[in-house]
């Protein structure tokens, strides 16, 4: 079973986490099959779970996927079994997704998230967005002090630029960066995000792996997908998220998930080895 540290940690985990946002978001499932969803990604060897707090229909929900999953665990007695990432530096204004990295704000999202969570730290917390509207300096300062008092052990960002990444450096250590990323964006592969994370041993997780709903689809209609699938006995999900996991050990993908069958099928991606010249094949999707 492949596994990845996160950062420079010492912390072990399976190649592949659990994106848990829709099992909360706008057509999320009922709560026994989002339960259900949670047990199977545990049962099956599962360690990794990220959430936000923001993950919910709009303001008035905020908390509802940290909530549920600090639930789950519980009745799972798998608490103490796997590490909940968290992150803050959004609101949901009328179920806008909208930006704040004010530091009050990100101090309340944080508290909240203890308050959700039910834990004193929070293992790994990231900034879900910069604002721009805010001094970036300003956002870290304030996860720093967060950090100092004991309230978050590592930190981690998201939907950060190289050059963001490396002002960040400069004032703080940064444990992972969570990006979109999948067989159809290849952006932080081209732009050397990637391989800036591998080299000062930054986890890189990339989000909607598979290129969410609209990658669902296209993946399946993909005759490359169709062929390799066939190939190697695999859906075509599995085939893009193995894709990820041989680009680089430092990468966790988080696919989501909000039926059993999608999740077990993703955790089945680290037992996937692909031949090189099928690999050099995918890298030029994006080019197509």
């Known amino acids: 079973m492949q596994q990845r540290e996160l950062g420079n940690t010492g912390l072990m985990f399976r190649a592949i986490g659990l994106g848990a946002m829709p099992l909360s978001i ?40 940290e909530r549920l999953i600090r639930q789950a665990l519980g009745q799972l007695g798998a608490i103490d079994k796997v590490l909940v990432t968290t992150k803050g530096g959004l609101r949901r204004p009328g179920g806008a997704w909208v930006v704040d990295g004010d530091p009050d704000w990100l101090r309340l999202s944080c508290e909240r998230s203890l308050q959700a969570l039910q ?3 929070i293992s790994l917390y990231q900034l879900h967005a910069i604002d721009p509207k805010v001094d970036f300096r300003r ?5 720093v002090k967060l950090k100092e008092e004991g309230k978050i052990r590592y930190l981690g960002l998201s939907n950060v630029s190289p050059a963001q990444l490396e002002q960040a450096l400069e004032f703080t250590v940064v444990s992972s960066v969570q990006n979109h990323c999948n067989l159809f964006d290849q952006r932080d592969f081209r732009n050397g995000l990637i391989d800036f994370c591998r080299a000062r041993r930054i986890t890189y997780i990339p989000y909607s792996p598979v290129g969410g709903h609209h990658g669902h689809v296209r993946l399946d209609q993909e005759p490359l997908l169709q062929q390799l699938a066939a190939k190697y006995q695999a859906s075509p999900h599995r085939i893009a998220l193995a894709w990820l996991l041989h680009k680089g050990r430092h990468i966790l993908p988080i696919p989501g998930a909000s039926r059993v069958a999608s999740i077990r ?6 037992n996937l080895k692909l031949g090189a010249d099928d690999i050099a094949a995918l890298d030029r999707l994006a080019e197509q």
Do not use: K, W
């Open 26 to 65: 706008s057509g999320r499932p009922d709560e026994a099959q989002a339960f259900a969803v949670i047990e199977a990604f545990v049962a099956d060897g599962g360690n990794f779970i990220d959430t936000a707090n923001v993950y919910g229909l709009d303001d008035d929900d905020i908390g509802h996927n």
């Open 119 to 121: 834990t004193d730290c």
């Open 139 to 143: 956002s870290l300062e304030a996860l």
């Open 265 to 270: 099928d993703s955790l089945q991606a680290t």
